[in-house]
């Protein structure tokens, strides 16, 4: 008779916090956007255009695990940017056995993907590789796929709009008599 070995998870071989780093990740875990979270599973179903096998909370998951661990490979990110622009990500690894290389290769390349044109997103707007492959701080990443989402929306219209719109520049041009009147030179 063989004995099975449970299955280890990303991220279940980390350390027990305590002291102030306990209280900084109680913290942070306490501000997870739950409502954005749903929003952007939505948002990530509707643009994939398939069912999402999103992660199972567990007991002792962190708040987002079960978001992270469907995008961790970044197959779905690529798809994503690749449907609103064809080839920004000209090369995804998929397949039945992403290894951990590739799934981070997929994320930086979807996030270089974001920060070139037509998207020019802002990096302070983005996250870091390691935050979604390591599920380190899952509400930045809710927050970088919100910010693509608009820049997504701002390039073309037929994209879903997920959180706000993007802001564009409105100059107004007065006549010379109204500056005047207003005391502007």
Request: charged share 25%; proline share 7%; glycine share 6%.
């Amino acid at each position: 008779m063989t004995e099975e070995t449970p299955i280890k998870r990303k991220g279940s071989n980390r350390h027990k916090l305590y002291g102030m780093s306990a209280e900084l990740n109680r913290k942070l875990n306490s501000k997870y956007p739950k409502e954005l979270e749903v929003q952007c599973r939505e948002w990530i179903e509707m643009m994939a255009g398939e069912n999402v096998r999103w992660g199972v909370e567990h007991e002792h998951s962190r708040p987002g695990d079960a978001f992270a661990e469907a995008l961790d490979n970044g197959v779905i990110l690529c798809k994503i940017i690749n449907e609103v622009v064809p080839k920004s990500v000209p090369k995804v690894h998929q397949g039945e056995k992403v290894n951990s290389f590739q799934g981070q290769e997929n994320i930086n390349n979807f996030l270089e993907a974001c920060y070139k044109p037509p998207f020019n997103c802002v990096p302070a707007e983005m996250f870091p590789t390691v935050y979604l492959y390591e599920r380190q701080n899952v509400a930045q990443v809710l927050n970088g796929i919100q910010a693509f989402a608009r820049r997504a929306n701002a390039y073309d219209k037929t994209v879903p709009l997920f959180g706000p719109k993007q802001y564009m520049k409105n100059p107004r041009h007065h006549e010379p008599w109204i500056r005047s009147y207003r005391g502007d030179q």
